[in-house]
């Protein structure tokens, strides 16, 4: 673990996951493990062309990395990158208010359940 | 490296006691935080939280309680290696306050430490929920962040 400073946060890198479609994608290759711009069309309500241009957003910033197949590109998801994307956007401040979150939840239901 | 103070208030609407059995209670803590929590409620204590499975890459992280005081205050310091005692700067100092508001609790968390510390705690967490939790629990807080990144631009 190298001592990167917390808010390193990376304009690209934001703005290719704060979009809904890209995201959708990551999930998509997150699930399948893999996908070209032609399967993830099938599965999204945009065209291919829209897909390629995301996919494209999103190896700019790192987050999928395409290998060359047939005419096509597939891409997977570079799981180190991600997990770096989501340590630099959660903030330790926004690890708290999840957790505080929860404790709310937890604390909640117990008293319902005893007043019950 | 620098020093660094978070601090996060929620109203639950539960007693202090209930609250309190929530945050300082390893069967609780567990279900709001790490895989498993391995330490006694007492002040002074030495233990441990444990993120994902040991035995295949998780990682347990030194947990050492430092006040308890039921129902107001829970406080804890982590991320000290391990054998060594926790003291201001090897560890993060996480207390709970409570405050009886109404007919529920003002929690108050405060965490205090190098933010590098913390820092590399969070990513250490981060590594190991990714593969469990995924989007479902990471997506919430990246809209949260979102909405954050908005309000100040």
Do not use: C
Not at chain 2, 25 to 35: A, I, L, T, Y
């Amino acid at each position: 673990m190298s001592g990167t400073p917390a808010r390193q946060v990376d304009d690209d890198l934001w703005s290719a996951i704060g979009d809904p479609t890209r995201r959708r994608m990551l999930d998509l290759l997150l699930q399948d493990g893999d996908g070209t711009a032609t399967t993830l069309g099938q599965r999204l309500p945009v065209s291919r062309q829209a897909v390629a241009k995301h996919l494209g957003v999103l190896d700019r910033a790192g987050l999928v990395r395409g290998m060359p197949q047939g005419r096509e590109k597939r891409y997977r998801v570079d799981e180190a990158q991600l997990a770096r994307a989501i340590a630099d956007l959660s903030s330790v401040g926004s690890a708290w208010d999840a957790r505080l979150q929860r404790i709310k939840r937890i604390a909640e239901t117990i008293q319902r359940t005893r007043q019950a | 490296m620098e020093l660094g103070t978070l601090t996060r208030e929620v109203y639950i609407e539960a007693t202090p006691d209930v609250v309190f059995e929530v945050v300082s209670s390893p069967e609780h803590v567990k279900q709001w935080w790490p895989d498993d929590a391995r330490y006694e409620p007492v002040p002074g204590a030495e233990g441990e939280i444990v993120f994902g499975d040991p035995a295949a890459g998780g990682t347990v992280v030194s947990f050492s309680v430092v006040e308890v005081q039921p129902p107001r205050t829970f406080s804890f310091r982590w991320t000290h290696p391990a054998g060594a005692a926790a003291v201001h700067g090897n560890s993060l100092l996480v207390t709970f306050d409570l405050t009886p508001s109404g007919s529920g609790t003002l929690l108050r968390m405060t965490e205090t430490g190098f933010r590098e510390q913390g820092w590399e705690a969070a990513v250490l967490e981060e590594r190991y929920r990714e593969h469990t939790t995924g989007w479902d629990f990471f997506l919430p807080r990246l809209v949260s962040y979102a909405a954050d990144l908005g309000a100040r631009r």
